[in-house]
């Protein structure tokens, strides 16, 4: 079984859940709900390892939190 983290963002014009997997090209849905957008990725993620096990371009590592005056 393979697990990948995807960031997940949303629109604030339309309420869509954007989400991509960092560093796998090609690794991104979106979804009106965040169940449905785990389900869209989950099957663009089976489509493209169809072609084998991604060489990743980059890994998740977190995120940060940037203050500014």
Do not use: R
């Not at 489509?47 to 890994?59: H, Q």
């Amino acid at each position: 079984m393979n697990v990948f983290t995807a960031v997940v963002e949303k629109c604030p014009e339309t309420g869509i859940y954007v989400g991509y997997v960092p560093g796998f090209p090609g690794a991104h849905s979106q979804g009106e709900t965040l169940d449905e957008l785990n389900k869209n990725l989950k099957e663009v993620i089976e489509m493209l390892l169809e072609d084998g096990s991604p060489k990743l371009d980059a890994e998740f590592v977190g995120t940060q939190t940037v203050m500014v005056a």
